[in-house]
């Protein structure tokens, strides 16, 4: 069995992370004291969903993304993750690790459709649940609301929903707290199911190479690994000081997890605090027409999301990325909320305007409203997805919608 390489989502989990190493009860504890968390994480999500509804595609390594350009894997099926294709790699390269890999372009609108359903699932269960992408969620279960009994019957109730309901597989992880589910729904992959009971935890994190810890990217691995930390018994003998030294806001949060401890709560309703997209081209543009299609196709794209979010902003943000990667960023805020569609795009053409002839090429453009008042979801990121057209390089993959 093969898993995808983790996500490098330092940042994330950075802010997430509670900096104080104090034992302050958290937020939807049990009178007891401890809550009961299921991970939920659908198993190779868009690969699966493709491989469900094009039965040619059934059995073969799949990656979907383009194929093209800069191209990125987005998501890979587990026939094609045997010849250590991986999301977000660059899809020349995946294509050289696998030859006969059949490339699929993404379809966004589904994946949302069927995350929607997954959610409607879980909602049956709990009201605390803490989206993290498309296909992976937390739940908070501690209340029982169905006087169901066990968090792990919940979470096998779940997983036969989501199979009987849209023929998918999703693996659960159950435990005590957040860090441990997480890990635990990546132990049986895929459709599968694992329990870290209290008392279990921190044993359970000793033998697991730091790499599979949520927040520690393949970066934060290496920099583990020059310093001799390889496994969760490794890192738990390393003092806090030297933690704090090598890394930072995030060593708290380390030292806790290594030992089994995980604070944070289950954040049913995470504050967005921007909504955009952006696109990487398959070949840098500069001409002020292209310019001008490209920042319109962006507008529509987000704007929709802005829409479904029912979210309302006052800031403007134009973001290009010039051929030799630098980053130019301009910004315009309006009194009250950017009302209409048509606003928001004659806000991003005046942006536009301004930069008129650009120095140089760009390789990427993007368009954020944020200062935003009553955004009622968590983030819809998609980690590894393509940007926009499809093109995309692996340095802002994970970024290409935010
Ligand atoms: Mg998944």
């Known amino acids: 069995m093969t898993k995808g390489a983790p996500p490098d989502n330092v940042g994330a989990v950075m802010a997430d992370a509670n900096p104080n190493i104090t034992d302050?009860?958290?937020?939807?504890?049990?009178?007891?004291?401890?809550?009961?968390?299921?991970?939920?994480?659908?198993?190779?999500?868009?690969?699966?969903?493709?491989?469900?509804?094009?039965?040619?595609?059934?059995?073969?390594?799949?990656?979907?993304?383009?194929?093209?350009?800069?191209?990125?894997?987005?998501?890979?099926?587990?026939?094609?993750?045997?010849?250590?294709?991986?999301?977000?790699?660059?899809?020349?390269?995946a294509l050289r690790l696998c030859p006969d890999l059949v490339f699929r372009m993404p379809r966004f609108d589904v994946y949302r459709d069927i995350s929607r359903h997954i959610r409607a699932i879980f909602a049956d269960y709990t009201p605390i649940i803490e989206p993290l992408s498309l296909d992976e969620a937390y739940l908070d279960v501690t209340a029982d609301m169905r006087g169901i009994g066990s968090a792990t019957r919940i979470a096998e109730l779940i997983r036969e929903r989501i199979r009987s309901e849209l023929n998918l597989t999703a693996s659960a992880g159950v435990s005590y707290n957040k860090f441990l589910a997480k890990l635990a729904?990546?132990?049986?992959?895929?459709?599968?199911?694992?329990?870290?009971?209290?008392?279990?935890?921190?044993?359970?994190?000793?033998?697991?190479?730091?790499?599979?810890?949520?927040?520690?990217?393949?970066?934060?691995?290496?920099?583990?690994a020059r310093l001799g930390i390889e496994t969760g018994e490794d890192l738990r003998a390393r003092p806090i000081e030297v933690l704090r030294e090598h890394f930072g806001s995030q060593a708290d949060y380390l030292y806790r997890a290594v030992r089994g401890i995980d604070l944070r709560p289950v954040q049913a309703h995470r504050r967005r605090k921007s909504l955009g997209g952006e696109r990487t081209f398959a070949h840098d543009i500069s001409s002020g027409p292209a310019l001008r299609e490209t920042l319109d196709r962006i507008?529509?794209?987000?704007?929709?999301?802005?829409?479904?979010?029912?979210?309302?902003?006052?800031?403007?943000?134009?973001?290009?990325?010039?051929?030799?990667?630098?980053?130019?960023?301009?910004?315009?805020?309006?009194?009250?909320?950017?009302?209409?569609?048509?606003?928001?795009?004659?806000?991003?053409?005046?942006?536009?305007?301004?930069?008129?002839?650009?120095?140089?090429?760009?390789?990427?453009?993007?368009?954020?409203?944020?200062?935003?008042?009553?955004?009622?979801?968590?983030?819809?990121?998609?980690?590894?997805?393509?940007?926009?057209?499809?093109?995309?390089?692996?340095?802002?993959?994970?970024?290409s919608l935010f």
């Open 24 to 93: 302050e009860p958290a937020e939807n504890a049990a009178p007891g004291g401890l809550r009961k968390i299921i991970h939920i994480d659908m198993d190779a999500f868009f690969a699966s969903v493709e491989q469900r509804d094009d039965p040619s595609l059934r059995g073969l390594p799949l990656a979907v993304g383009s194929a093209t350009g800069r191209g990125v894997v987005a998501a890979a099926s587990y026939e094609a993750r045997k010849f250590g294709v991986r999301s977000a790699m660059p899809s020349q390269r």
């Open 299 to 399: 507008v529509d794209i987000v704007w929709d999301r802005i829409e479904s979010a029912n979210a309302h902003g006052r800031t403007v943000t134009l973001k290009m990325r010039f051929a030799d990667f630098t980053l130019l960023t301009r910004a315009r805020s309006v009194e009250h909320v950017v009302e209409s569609k048509t606003d928001f795009a004659r806000i991003g053409h005046a942006l536009l305007d301004e930069l008129l002839p650009l120095p140089q090429p760009i390789r990427l453009m993007g368009l954020t409203l944020s200062s935003l008042e009553g955004a009622d979801e968590a983030p819809e990121t998609v980690e590894g997805a393509p940007a926009a057209n499809g093109t995309s390089d692996s340095r802002n993959a994970q970024l």
């Open 185 to 224: 729904s990546d132990q049986n992959k895929p459709d599968g199911l694992c329990v870290i009971r209290p008392g279990e935890g921190a044993q359970f994190v000793a033998g697991l190479p730091v790499r599979r810890f949520h927040g520690v990217g393949p970066r934060g691995a290496e920099k583990m």
